[in-house]
């Protein structure tokens, strides 16, 4: 199952996802597309944060790849309610239906305050340095995860995504850039990898200038084939940021954008 399947990464990774033998169940308030001829999907209209959808929802998935929640700031209030505690929701649904994986979505700004003079080689299980609420939602993202593997044993990975995106737009993402493809097979990886029980790791492409290491998803068998260096000569030069974050370390706090 997909949480957020009709959002920005749900849609790029859908047709990607797409294999002999599976199905996929796309979850989401907006109703995703409907399926192709050719597509095994089930739709389910319905928020995270909401217990009984759920509970249906998670009967009989083998695994879930949790994307729902707000991908920007937003207010406190919406923050907690859909990205906090609509990942609480989901992860008690999957432990009730017996759900044995989790794939959570975090995110670079779990850790956005971490200067990038010392991200190359930061683990990604160190210590949330969050850069807006959102941020902090993440950093709850990830410790939730703990808590279920801890005392249910599910296996959860939780993906410290950069920018996902069909391509690059600025200076920053020439680091960060997870392409869709990449993306997919990093999906991949982590629902194929046979025990993982619980880990963060980052997720960005084989990016020349990525400011974060790899070695965390490839150990689950990750093989990016994308360097966004591609990009290199099209992107608008904008300011040179020292912290992970980048403009989300001084957008307002609690502000929608
Ligand atoms: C994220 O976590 C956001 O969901 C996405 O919208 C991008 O802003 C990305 O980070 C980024 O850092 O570029």
Known sequence: M???????????????????????????????????????????????TDADTMALACEDVDAILHLAGHSRENSWAETLSVNIDGTRTVLEAARKSEVPRVLLASSNHAAGFRPVSETATLAADSAPRP?????????????????????????????????????????????????PDDAARLFEACLSCRSPGYRVIWGVSANTRRPVPLDEAEALGYRPQDDAEVF????????????????FTTAPLGAPN
Do not use: N
């Open 232 to 247: 290199a000569s099209q992107v608008t030069p904008g300011t040179d940021h020292d912290l992970l974050g980048g403009p």
């Open 131 to 179: 850069d807006t609420y959102y941020g902090v939602s993440k950093a709850a993202v990830e410790a939730l995860g703990s808590l279920y593997h801890s005392r249910f044993g599910m296996d959860v990975i939780c993906l410290r995504i950069g920018s996902c995106f069909e391509e690059v737009h600025d200076e920053r993402g020439l680091g960060l850039w997870l392409s």
């Open 2 to 48: 997909i949480t957020g399947a009709a959002g920005g990464i749900g849609t790029l990774v859908r047709p990607r996802l797409r294999k002999q033998g599976r199905t996929l169940r796309l979850l989401d308030i907006t109703r995703p597309a409907p399926p192709e001829a050719s597509e095994d999907v089930e739709i389910v209209e319905g928020s995270v």
